[in-house]
């Protein structure tokens, strides 16, 4: 028989005797076999993988935290005028824009796929109109590429076919679709001349920029041919202006590119195009900012407001405007909040320039759009709150209805416009207007006009005999 003691006696001696698994060769060469993940099978090489991946994600985390700390660049000096970086990066933008030029359709392309499209399509027999399905759309876009050549083809697209409405035998119209090639030409081509023109590369035009822009396309619009040359500078100034108006809401001084491509300002410039002003009414060039008739109409009602000639509007001169039917808070407040205080720092030394004129005309010729009812809004808002009070209604309209009994009209209780005024809005907060409310309204421009224009609440009251007026020439 063993003693207890003898027995743990041989249990340590046996294990003195085995030696540690790291001192022994064919475990080492194991160990290192497997870690270097040769001989590992396909799920040990995807855990080995994801560990490794978990790995690398744990230390980005690790210093990004560590940089927590510091700032990050936000700005990048632009390269220097003359200097290799500049002109390299000048090279590289004409050569994109070259690129990308070339890749345009011209006129005989254009000329050509409306040929093909109208030799390729089917007669509606119900409309008459003009109709391709989408097997004939394939088989032109084979001809178009096949005539004018692969840059055609991105129009072809079954993404472009699917734009446009559909009949019943899932045909569409030819024209829909060939004045989208032609649009999308088009506006390709503006970015393409603005890109050309932005001196800085950052996507935005300046002042100078957008005139030299204008000045360019003078002679391809045809109502525009025959401009005076002694006008061209004062026109383009004009014609830039209202852009700036609507693409430029912050007054920075520059408008993006993109905004301006959009906005409705290009392509009223752009209908300019017809052939000649007899197609278009009197009415209809007046209200076309771009035509020569309105930049002209521009240019002498400022002259006939100035006075003294002195190149700026006092109020005294601005209250002449629209023949005296403006209120005097309304020319204050225009003063207060548009018009920069001159050099000189006196009280009489703030005088309206043409800059800030063209911003007064377009605002109050363009009221029932978000641009032009913010600039009014402004003026309305007599405490800068943000929002305008019974109390503000009660003062604005006082002026209004001063001059509406000096025109010998009837006698009206403010009380009851201010109530109207108060159910066109239908404010969100019963207790104030703000310009929201007016946006929302849909009568934002409407509701201006009766608080700054005698003959704005005139033509508001008569509108119902207004628009009997304009049925009856329809009916005749």
């Known amino acids: 028989m063993y003693s207890g003691s003898s027995d743990g006696e041989s249990h340590e001696a046996v294990q003195r005797r085995i030696p540690p698994a790291s001192s022994m060769p064919w475990v080492r060469?194991?160990?290192?076999?497997?870690?270097?993940?040769?001989?590992?099978?396909?799920?040990?090489?995807?855990?080995?993988?994801?560990?490794?991946?978990?790995?690398?994600?744990?230390?980005?985390?690790?210093?990004?935290?560590?940089?927590?700390?510091?700032?990050?660049?936000?700005?990048?000096?632009?390269?220097?005028?003359?200097?290799?970086?500049h002109r390299?990066?000048?090279?590289?933008?004409?050569?994109?824009?070259?690129?990308?030029?070339?890749?345009?359709?011209?006129?005989?392309?254009?000329?050509?796929?409306?040929?093909c499209l109208r030799e390729n399509c089917v007669i509606d027999d119900a409309t008459g109109a003009e109709k391709m399905n989408y097997e004939d759309f394939c088989h032109i876009a084979s001809v178009c590429t096949e005539q004018i050549g692969p840059k055609?083809?991105?129009?072809?697209?079954?993404?472009?076919?699917?734009?446009?409405?559909?009949?019943?035998?899932?045909?569409?119209a030819i024209l829909p679709f060939y004045l989208y090639v032609m649009r999308t030409v088009s506006l390709t081509q503006a970015r393409i001349d603005m890109s050309e023109l932005d001196e800085?590369?950052?996507?935005?035009?300046?002042?100078?920029?957008?005139?030299?822009?204008?000045?360019?396309?003078?002679?391809?619009?045809?109502?525009?041919?025959?401009?005076?040359?002694?006008?061209?500078?004062?026109?383009?100034?004009?014609?830039?202006?209202?852009?700036?108006?609507?693409?430029?809401?912050?007054?920075?001084g520059k408008a993006c590119i993109k905004k301006v491509l959009l906005s409705n300002c290009l392509q009223e410039l752009m209908e300019l195009h017809q052939e000649s002003e007899e197609e278009v009414t009197d009415?209809?060039?007046?209200?076309?900012?771009?035509?020569?008739?309105?930049?002209?109409?521009i240019c002498d009602m400022f002259l006939a407001?100035?006075?003294?000639?002195?190149?700026?509007?006092?109020?005294?001169?601005?209250?002449?405007?629209?023949?005296?039917?403006?209120?005097?808070?309304?020319?204050?407040r225009v003063f207060d909040e548009h018009v920069r205080r001159g050099k000189s720092g006196g009280g009489n030394s703030r005088e309206m320039d043409f800059e800030s004129f063209l911003d007064f005309v377009l605002a109050q010729e363009n009221k029932d759009t978000p641009e032009g009812l913010t600039y009014l809004f402004r003026c309305l808002d007599l405490h800068g709150r943000g929002f305008l009070t019974t109390a503000d209604?009660?003062?604005?309209?006082?002026?209004?209805?001063?001059?509406?009994?000096?025109?010998?009209?009837?006698?009206?209780?403010?009380?009851?416009?201010?109530?109207?005024?108060?159910?066109?809005?239908?404010?969100?907060?019963?207790l104030r207007i703000t310009l929201a409310d007016l946006l929302n309204c849909k009568q934002g421009g409407t509701v201006a006009s009766m608080l700054i224009?005698?003959?704005?609440?005139w033509a508001h009251d008569n509108r119902e005999n207004l628009l009997q007026e304009e049925e009856e020439p329809e009916e005749e």
């Not at 230390?59 to 632009?78: H, R």
């Not at 055609?152 to 569409?172: A, H, L, Q, V, Y």
């Not at 224009?453 to 609440?457: A, Y």
């Open 88 to 115: 390299v990066q000048r090279l590289a933008k004409y050569r994109f824009l070259k690129k990308q030029s070339d890749l345009l359709l011209n006129a005989d392309d254009l000329d050509a796929m409306w040929f």
């Open 305 to 332: 407001l100035d006075k003294d000639m002195n190149g700026t509007l006092s109020k005294q001169e601005l209250r002449e405007y629209a023949d005296g039917t403006l209120t005097e808070i309304f020319i204050e």
């Open 152 to 172: 055609c083809r991105r129009f072809f697209s079954p993404s472009n076919f699917m734009k446009f409405e559909k009949d019943e035998s899932g045909r569409i």
């Open 283 to 297: 009415t209809e060039q007046a209200e076309n900012w771009f035509s020569l008739t309105s930049a002209q109409r």
């Open 200 to 252: 800085d590369s950052d996507g935005f035009l300046q002042a100078h920029e957008m005139e030299a822009y204008i000045r360019g396309l003078i002679p391809n619009l045809a109502q525009l041919r025959d401009m005076p040359a002694a006008f061209v500078q004062m026109y383009c100034r004009i014609a830039a202006h209202k852009f700036f108006f609507f693409c430029d809401p912050h007054r920075r």
């Open 29 to 85: 060469n194991l160990r290192r076999f497997i870690g270097s993940g040769a001989g590992l099978g396909s799920e040990a090489l995807m855990e080995l993988e994801t560990k490794r991946i978990l790995l690398d994600i744990f230390k980005e985390k690790q210093q990004k935290s560590a940089e927590a700390g510091t700032i990050p660049s936000f700005y990048k000096k632009k390269p220097e005028e003359g200097s290799i970086s």
């Open 393 to 430: 209604i009660h003062s604005l309209f006082r002026d209004v209805h001063q001059k509406w009994i000096d025109g010998g009209n009837y006698e009206l209780c403010i009380e009851d416009v201010r109530d109207e005024i108060w159910d066109m809005v239908k404010p969100a907060d019963s």
């Open 453 to 457: 224009d005698v003959r704005g609440f």
